[in-house]
């Protein structure tokens, strides 16, 4: 403060100029910023016509940063996930995140940024996540080895950004379950770092108020997941995935873990409620291919029949 009074009037007038003044730099940095923003909140809003036209956008104005490949992986993650058919949109996911993987493996762990960081760890999970999702158990968890060194340094701070909050939280919590409810899983962990279910927890809770997307969704859909299919307390699962559905109405994945929630609770006059509100979503929404429109609907049909 007093070397700021040293300079007097002049220093002042001078840094107010500067506010004005075009800063080229600055501005690109916010531009790009903000098309990485709107590209997932259009994602999450289930607009995957305008994530596409974004998604085109970061690819020409962000040319090969980190989130470019994040955004690419995530782009068709979810449409694998909303049931588009199309085998090459697998490839695609597939190519996005071995594409990142190589692009950083080659470099020592410890000169990474924090972005960079984050980009090969989600390049791994969602290799992860997408082996998982077609059932290849010992393909998703033969990852873990290949990520360890730059998971290990995301743990040993994991609360510096909102970024490592996530991929630490996920850690901590997946890791302590998995040794505890799966054995025959541990061998998988005996040179993993330390884990623990609790403080997993409390820094997923914390990556949940990020303003960024990406990171706050994660956090929210995984706290959902959790509770519903791990420890059971659907009265918490309920919770986040409100918070998910009122943030993003027309998402009829989050409204079908809703359903769920719903089935869970026995409140099924308002899961059938869900469920006509899904029927109308998948018919409305314009950019949709048969496949997406069929996808939830089917899930959500099998849902209510099962518990009749």
């Known amino acids: 403060m007093r070397r700021f009074w040293k300079y007097g ?17 600055f501005s690109q940095k ?33 040319a090969d940063q980190p989130e470019v490949y994040i955004s690419i992986s995530n782009y068709y993650w979810w449409l694998l996930m909303t049931g588009r058919k199309d085998n090459h949109f697998s490839q695609y996911f597939e190519e996005a995140n071995l594409a990142v993987i190589t692009k950083y493996r080659s470099v020592n762990s410890k000169q990474l940024s924090s972005d960079e960081l984050f980009a090969i760890i989600h390049g791994y999970a969602y290799q992860t996540r997408y082996a998982l999702y077609k059932k290849k158990y010992y393909k998703g968890l033969s990852n873990l080895k290949k990520v360890m060194p730059y998971l290990r340094e995301v743990l040993e ?18 890791a302590a379950i998995t040794v505890a409810e799966r054995p025959l899983l541990k061998p998988f962990f005996r040179f993993a770092p330390e884990y623990d ?34 420890s059971e307390n659907f009265y918490e699962a309920i919770k986040w995935n409100q918070i998910l559905v009122d943030s993003f109405p027309e998402n009829i994945l989050y409204r079908y873990y809703l359903m769920q929630s719903m089935a869970k609770l026995g409140r099924i006059k308002e899961m ?10 998948s018919e ?7 496949d997406q429109r069929l996808h939830f609907v089917n899930e959500a049909a099998l849902l209510i029949k099962k518990i009749k």
């Not at 709107?38 to 104005?61: C, P, R, T, V």
């Open 157 to 174: 701070n994991p609360r510096k950004n909102e970024k490592f909050s996530l991929l630490a939280g996920l850690y901590h919590y997946l």
């Open 9 to 25: 009037f002049k220093a002042t007038a001078i840094i107010i100029m500067l506010g004005f003044l075009p800063m080229p730099g």
């Open 272 to 281: 059938k409620e869900e469920f006509i509100i899904i029927q109308n979503l």
């Open 197 to 230: 279910r609790k403080f997993g927890y409390q820094l997923l809770l914390s990556a949940a108020q990020s303003s960024h997307p990406l990171i706050s969704n994660e956090a929210k859909y995984y706290l959902m997941k959790i509770n519903l299919e791990i």
């Open 30 to 62: 916010l531009h790009e910023e903000k098309l990485v923003l709107d590209f997932f909140e259009s994602l999450y809003q289930y607009d995957f016509e305008e994530s596409n036209i974004k998604l085109a956008q970061i690819n020409k104005g962000l």
């Open 284 to 290: 409305s929404i314009p950019w949709l291919t048969p």
